[in-house]
């Protein structure tokens, strides 16, 4: 049973990003300062070129793409999409499963469809270096490729058990150019507090952040680039969910329900967003993030307003959190241990647009070992939550003699993940569920806005 590929040509690229803000029934609220005034865009200026900017806050609805950026995402775009026939047969489902393969990029992962876009708006803005973070490295990766393709100078801060668990991670990002450190570092403020606070200090995102930002913001050649969380980040990569409906219209197909795994949003927003408009107008349609149970932010966190990184030097961003000061295990999905959420993907959540999902560690890998036997595809950890998922509902469908249509997103390959399958093939990987006392004591320290 051959499994159908459906191609899109380099004439169907998208030419324009779809802007959620100009759809939503309800603004979203603002970034506010530690004063708790809302944030400029003249202080925001201080770390992000005026071209991200004016996109961060746009209600425009269709954004044009540069053509300088399309040409370098024609390199891997469009991206195919996948009917699982295989792995449909293996569960014995009558339900039909697609899945959106974005491992075919040079970095291996959704991460450049705004690494490339970044990268631009900040060249012509005349920066010449970059500074960033990264989890388990896709991030820290696709910025290094992009920096490279139009000059700039990047440094990457990466949270430091990834740094030791991904070690081929680190050389991708120096093949490209890029200097990379295990983060907390000595070099800032935010790093040496962390390391004074716990010598043994495993890292994450939120630190990273912190000190990313802080370099930044203390030199007038540098900006700061993020790969997820921020409403410009999760406009670019809009080119999944908008591909995805073109080729599901090839097939005369539409999805009942899409899952994609969730840290800070950039692949809910990517594949979902171009799919809210149809729910918005009574289709039925259930849009599901995945994420951690040892991570939970959107299942466990609180709404409310926190700061993006672990020190305070970000604005503050109303989302779901668990607190900026919250320390995430050390699981191999690195790319989804990230204290908060999206403020677009938060406010889809809080008003039941969008629903949410934990699922634990042990189970995701068994489900991408399961994909992989199937459809030949080694994913990565953070893709296996959306996998996961996807298996149980098509279960759910067999039980019930139910012929949905699932979908979800693929972000990336796990080739340079395969210590983190070493560790699951041994029995030396575990569920981490975040005890409900210690996230308690996070949430505790959240910001007092009035």
């Not at 889809?348 to 992989?372: N, R």
Request: with cysteine; glycine share 10%.
């Amino acid at each position: 049973m051959s499994n159908t590929k459906i191609l899109l040509d380099e004439s169907e690229l998208p030419t324009h990003w779809y802007n959620v803000i100009a759809d939503l029934p309800t603004p979203p609220a603002p970034y506010l300062g530690a004063d708790g005034q809302p944030v400029s865009p003249e202080q925001l200026g201080a770390i992000f070129p005026p071209g991200l900017l004016e996109q961060e806050i746009s209600t425009q609805r269709w954004i044009e793409i540069p053509e300088k950026v399309r040409s370098i995402l024609r390199l891997w775009r469009p991206s195919p999409l996948y009917r699982a026939r295989r792995l449909e047969a293996i569960l014995g489902t009558p339900a039909k499963i697609y899945y959106k393969y974005e491992g075919g990029s040079p970095a291996g992962s959704h991460k450049p469809n705004s690494a490339v876009a970044q990268a631009y708006y900040n060249k012509i803005a005349g920066i010449k270096r970059l500074t960033t973070e990264t989890g388990a490295g896709q991030w820290g990766s696709a910025i290094s490729l992009a920096g490279n393709m139009f000059g700039l100078e990047v440094r990457v801060y990466m949270v430091k058990v990834s740094y030791e668990q991904k070690p081929f991670r680190r050389s991708m990002i120096q093949t490209w150019g890029g200097e990379v450190l295990p983060s907390p570092t000595t070099l800032t403020a935010a790093g040496r507090q962390a390391l004074e606070n716990d010598p043994n200090c495993q890292g994450s995102l939120g630190i990273a952040i912190s000190e990313a930002v802080e370099e930044a913001a203390s030199r007038q050649d540098t900006n700061y680039t993020l790969g997820s969380v921020l409403n410009h980040v999760l406009l670019h990569q809009t080119v999944i969910g908008l591909e995805t409906r073109k080729q599901l219209e090839k097939v005369g197909d539409y999805p009942d329900v899409i899952f994609a795994p969730c840290g800070g949003g950039s692949n809910v927003g990517g594949m979902m967003f171009p799919f809210l408009a149809d729910k918005a107008a009574g289709k039925e349609i259930r849009l599901v993030a995945v994420e951690p149970s040892s991570c939970p932010t959107l299942t466990r966190g609180e709404y409310a307003y926190d700061y993006g990184d672990s020190v305070g030097l970000t604005p503050l961003i109303q989302m779901y959190t668990l607190g900026h000061d919250f320390m995430p295990p050390g699981i191999h999905a690195g790319g989804l241990r990230y204290h908060g959420d999206s403020a677009l993907v938060s406010q889809l959540y809080h008003e039941g647009v969008l629903e949410a999902i934990a699922v634990p560690q042990l189970a995701t890998f068994e489900s991408g070992v399961m994909f992989s036997k199937a459809e030949g595809i080694v994913p990565a950890p953070e893709s296996n939550h959306a996998i996961h998922a996807a298996i149980d509902e098509a279960l759910r469908c067999k039980e019930r003699s139910e012929g949905k249509t699932i979908l979800f997103t693929l972000s990336g390959h796990g080739h340079f993940d395969m210590a983190s399958y070493d560790r699951y093939f041994s029995g030396e990987l575990t569920d981490q569920a975040y005890p409900e006392e210690a996230l308690q004591a996070a949430l505790r320290n959240l910001p007092q806005v009035k």
